[in-house]
């Protein structure tokens, strides 16, 4: 079995893909959720639900393009995490701006709106030093932030205001460039110029065949590996299952074999982790597919 490595092209219609939704997805979900966070924010969870939301729009584009090449999905994801995030800040000081008119329009019968910018960037300046969107996040840093917990508030001053801004950001970049990062590492089959298609499980193997199964694959002896597997479907855990995936259009390309360790937490919850990955030919895969038995149901 071989290894299985991205071929790192990234097509110009595909990175034109994943460019555009990288902005425009980080704008909409950021903008979204500064409109949200006029009501309720929840520090850290929004981040990592606009990371998730960021980086899963990214790994349909990555998909959709056909981008091959991990450095640039993770280029790609990065920067529409941090539009994502900006977004969200510019967002939140339009709330400011349109806030703030509001009471100078009701306090003050301030209607002009140029009229209201040009007096709410002068407060700024005398308050940081800066007008504008930096003036904002100036003041903003400088008001703090509350963590409510239970009963009792936690009040940030700027420093560590500067620095929760920081950890946000790096939970949405993280979450938004991990998972088209991931989505572009995923077999390709350049032959047939397509994603491969769904796992088809293959078999299982208990947990003591681990070792052995691995090393047969690795050494291309696939009749003496499928003799380990079975086509038990409810075979207890820890167990190992070993999966294929082909190309129906291509049938006699390489397919992609993965190998899985699966246990059980102290939940009672299934866990997964791939503990191999490789490429076969469609003869090898023919050897390892039909020779697995079936499982012999318990005598009565």
Same mark, same amino acid.
């Given at each position: 079995?071989? @290894?299985?490595?991205?071929?790192?092209?990234?097509? $110009?219609? #595909?990175?034109?893909?994943?460019?555009?939704? +990288?902005?425009?997805? *980080?704008?909409?979900?950021?903008?979204?959720?500064?409109?949200?966070?006029?009501?309720?924010?929840?520090?850290?969870?929004?981040?990592?639900?606009?990371?998730?939301?960021?980086g899963s729009v990214l790994g349909f584009a990555v998909k959709k393009g056909k981008i091959r090449s991990p450095l640039v999905a993770l280029g790609m994801g990065l920067l529409g995490g941090i539009v994502t995030y900006g977004a969200l800040m510019?967002?939140?000081?339009?709330?400011?701006?349109?806030?703030?008119?509001?009471?100078?329009?009701?306090?003050?019968?301030?209607?002009?709106?140029?009229?209201?910018?040009?007096?709410? @960037?002068?407060f700024l300046?005398?308050?940081?030093? $800066?007008? #504008?969107?930096?003036?904002?996040?100036?003041? +903003?840093?400088?008001? *703090?932030?509350?963590?409510?917990?239970?009963?009792s508030k936690l009040k940030l001053n700027d420093t560590f205001t500067y620095l929760l801004w920081?950890?946000?950001?790096?939970?949405?970049?993280?979450?938004?460039?991990?998972?088209?990062f991931a989505a572009a590492k995923e077999p390709f089959n350049e032959e047939g110029n397509e994603w491969y298609g769904e796992t088809k499980l293959i078999g299982s193997a208990t947990e003591e065949s681990r070792d052995e199964i691995i090393r047969l694959l690795n050494m291309d002896d696939m009749a003496v590996a499928s003799a380990l597997l079975s086509s038990q479907t409810d075979m207890p855990t820890p167990r190992i299952d070993v999966y294929s995936q082909s190309s129906a259009d291509i049938p006699f390309s390489d397919s992609v074999i993965r190998v899985n360790y699966v246990s059980t937490n102290a939940k009672k919850q299934l866990e997964v982790k791939e503990i191999l990955i490789g490429l076969v030919s469609e003869s090898q895969r023919s050897q390892l597919v039909p020779q697995i038995p079936a499982s012999t149901p318990p005598e009565a």
């Open positions: 079995m071989r @290894n299985y490595q991205p071929s790192n092209i990234a097509p $110009s219609q #595909g990175v034109a893909i994943l460019a555009v939704s +990288s902005l425009v997805s *980080g704008v909409a979900i950021g903008g979204a959720t500064a409109f949200i966070g006029k009501f309720i924010y929840f520090i850290v969870l929004f981040p990592m639900g606009m990371g998730f939301a960021t510019y967002g939140q000081y339009m709330n400011f701006q349109q806030e703030t008119a509001s009471i100078m329009e009701r306090e003050y019968n301030v209607t002009d709106k140029n009229l209201a910018n040009e007096q709410i @960037n002068v300046q005398q308050e940081t030093g $800066s007008s #504008g969107f930096v003036g904002f996040l100036k003041m +903003s840093a400088k008001e *703090g932030t509350s963590i409510s917990r239970g009963s920081l950890i946000e950001l790096g939970i949405v970049g993280f979450l938004a460039a991990s998972i088209p």
